[in-house]
């Protein structure tokens, strides 16, 4: 029986995206690797942190994704700043297109993943970069959060 797909078998995180974007969509991608860059993401060396995915002729390239070279590996390592092809489907790809273009968002990477069937993916999302108001409202919501939580289990 596969496994199933939770919010926790997430390879890598970029936990600083959703301080610094709001997002508006979400897309599931494939992405391609060599073997290396495989071993690397099976054992945790990757970093999506400053990270971000560029649209290009029709494509979409991952750009700055940290993957470090396999310590095992062959003589040759793969370079851990290349950039690497995602793949979506051409209606995808048509949608976020004129999005990008026209009005001035941006393709961040959230996380990075294998599915139930072993195969390396990347959630990206079409974001809107946040102003320093949006950022300290955010902090306010998730300061009061924490302070409701935090009376509710003092109550119990």
Known sequence: MPKKHTQDDSICRNRKASFRFEFIEKYECGIILCGTEVKSLRAGD??????????????VWLIGCHIAPYAHGSTRPHNALSRRKLLLH??????????????????VPIRMYFNERGIAKITIALARGKTVGDKRQSLKKKQAKRDMDRAMRQGR
Request: glycine share 6%.
């Open 46 to 59: 990757v970093s999506l942190d400053e990270a971000y995915a560029r649209l290009e002729h029709n494509e």
């Open 90 to 107: 051409g209606y995808q790809i048509a949608k976020i297109k004129p999005k990008i273009e026209q009005r001035g968002l941006t393709l």
